[in-house]
């Protein structure tokens, strides 16, 4: 069912539109991924996702499986049931979270033994076990469990993980072809810290397996963004160009604009949500601080040319209240305009390569920056 279809590419930087098919529809890339790491966008519904049109979510392996468990989520043939959620959903191996989160992440031959977050118990996460769990999640496109490493790391370090990750990959792709449902795609991850010789093995030693997509980890982890930059712009053209490519977990519009224009197609990050829910609001000119003062008494919405449910009905001074207030309104009003702002500044830089104005649009976008 998963497909990849390249619509128009750029003429003077590497930016692709693209459409992603899977058996939960269309995926039109660019494309920005809302977080829902529990079954749920924080703080908004499924509905208002489709209202503002998110065409395809993120759920946490590593979370779904500590909290509510596969045996609950089985019983609704999937996630997409469980929560209500009737399009694409891509899910994360749960590496991350493992080497982030969980207390005493110890790599052994079968996988990685850690304890949970939540309440101290002990779990194995294999590449087959990370399978079948994003198998009952029923998620169309599954991720390769990778070792991930704090940064900086030394060279020996990401070596090593490197070799992990790949050893990983080829035992993911081995138990994901055994499902033979032909229903979920699999994305391997290249690692390789930020040494671009150990980036191309990794890029070359996934390639040689043959995923349905390929995604950039082990980014935005700390480093400069020049050096995320220069490992995403050496790391992409080493990755086939007919598959779909994902730089995981960032980041800002600016962050955005410049990984499309080296030809990154799938993104997914905390920030429009998180931020939402600090009072951070994002619009074309930067960012709005709503608990500042000077929107106390002010009658405009947050920003006028948005079109969002939030901007067509409420004014900065109302939000500001809610905000200051901690009423529970304030984290779904400002969610739904953070993640329209997201949605719909991919859809137009989207909309601008398939007129092959690309660069045009990322002029006008530092032009209002600016300002
Ligand atoms: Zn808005």
Same mark, same amino acid.
């Given at each position: 069912?998963?497909?990849?279809?390249?619509? *128009?590419?750029?003429?003077?930087?590497?930016?692709?539109? @693209?459409?992603?098919?899977?058996?939960? =529809?269309?995926?039109?890339?660019?494309?920005?991924?809302?977080?829902?790491?529990?079954?749920?966008?924080?703080?908004?519904?499924?509905?208002?996702?489709?209202?503002?049109?998110?065409?395809?979510?993120?759920?946490?392996?590593?979370?779904?499986?500590?909290?509510?468990?596969?045996?609950?989520?089985?019983?609704?043939?999937?996630?997409?049931?469980?929560?209500?959620?009737?399009?694409?959903?891509?899910?994360?191996? @749960? #590496?991350?979270?493992?080497?982030?989160?969980?207390?005493?992440?110890?790599?052994?031959?079968?996988?990685?033994?850690?304890?949970?977050?939540?309440? #101290?118990?002990?779990?194995?996460?294999?590449?087959?076990?990370?399978?079948?769990?994003?198998?009952?999640? #029923?998620?169309?496109?599954?991720?390769?469990?990778?070792?991930?490493?704090?940064?900086?790391?030394?060279?020996?370090?990401?070596?090593?993980?490197?070799?992990?990750?790949?050893?990983?990959?080829?035992?993911?792709?081995?138990?994901?072809?055994?499902?033979?449902?032909?229903?979920?795609?699999?994305? =391997?991850?290249?690692?390789?810290?930020?040494?671009?010789?150990?980036?191309?093995?990794?890029?070359?030693?996934?390639?040689?397996?043959?995923?349905?997509?390929?995604?950039?980890?082990?980014?935005?982890?700390?480093?400069?963004?020049?050096?995320?930059?220069?490992?995403?712009?050496?790391?992409?053209?080493?990755?086939?160009?007919?598959?779909?490519?994902?730089?995981?977990?960032?980041?800002?519009?600016?962050?955005?604009?410049?990984?499309?224009?080296? #030809?990154?197609?799938?993104?997914?990050?905390?920030?429009?949500?998180?931020? *939402?829910?600090?009072?951070?609001?994002?619009?074309?000119?930067?960012?709005?601080?709503?608990?500042?003062?000077?929107?106390?008494?002010?009658?405009?919405?947050?920003?006028?040319?948005?079109?969002?449910?939030?901007?067509?009905?409420?004014?900065? *001074?109302?939000?500001?209240?809610?905000?200051? *207030?901690?009423?529970?309104?304030?984290?779904?009003?400002?969610?739904?305009?953070?993640?329209?702002?997201?949605?719909?500044?991919?859809?137009?830089?989207?909309?601008?390569?398939?007129?092959?104005?690309?660069?045009?649009?990322?002029?006008?976008?530092?032009?209002?920056?600016?300002?």
């Amino acid at each position: 069912m998963f497909s990849f279809e390249i619509t *128009a590419q750029s003429s003077d930087t590497s930016a692709r539109a @693209g459409v992603i098919q899977t058996s939960h =529809g269309k995926v039109e890339t660019p494309i920005f991924m809302p977080v829902g790491t529990l079954g749920s966008v924080k703080s908004i519904s499924p509905e208002e996702l489709i209202e503002i049109g998110a065409q395809i979510i993120l759920g946490n392996t590593y979370h779904l499986y500590l909290r509510p468990g596969c045996d609950i989520i089985s019983r609704f043939e999937g996630l997409h049931r469980f929560m209500h959620w009737n399009r694409s959903i891509l899910t994360d191996s @749960g #590496g991350f979270q493992v080497f982030s989160l969980a207390k005493l992440a110890k790599i052994s031959n079968d996988g990685v033994t850690f304890q949970s977050h939540i309440d #101290g118990s002990k779990h194995l996460l294999s590449p087959e076990k990370v399978i079948d769990i994003q198998a009952c999640l #029923g998620t169309d496109i599954m991720m390769c469990l990778d070792q991930c490493i704090q940064y900086p790391a030394s060279r020996e370090q990401c070596r090593a993980a490197l070799k992990t990750t790949t050893q990983w990959a080829r035992r993911c792709r081995h138990s994901w072809q055994s499902l033979q449902n032909g229903q979920n795609a699999l994305f =391997g991850i290249v690692q390789g810290g930020m040494f671009t010789d150990l980036r191309r093995q990794s890029a070359e030693e996934l390639t040689d397996l043959d995923f349905s997509g390929y995604a950039v980890g082990g980014l935005s982890v700390g480093e400069p963004v020049e050096v995320m930059l220069e490992m995403a712009d050496f790391t992409l053209p080493q990755l086939p160009q007919i598959k779909p490519r994902y730089i995981m977990g960032v980041g800002t519009p600016e962050n955005l604009i410049e990984l499309v224009a080296l #030809g990154a197609d799938m993104f997914d990050c905390v920030l429009p949500t998180r931020n *939402a829910r600090n009072g951070q609001m994002f619009i074309d000119h930067g960012t709005i601080n709503i608990s500042n003062s000077r929107y106390k008494d002010d009658t405009d919405p947050l920003d006028p040319e948005c079109g969002c449910y939030t901007c067509r009905n409420y004014s900065r *001074a109302y939000l500001r209240h809610l905000y200051l *207030a901690k009423e529970l309104l304030a984290y779904r009003l400002n969610t739904i305009h953070n993640i329209h702002f997201y949605i719909n500044f991919i859809k137009r830089l989207r909309k601008a390569i398939l007129v092959d104005a690309f660069e045009a649009f990322r002029q006008d976008f530092y032009h209002k920056r600016k300002k």
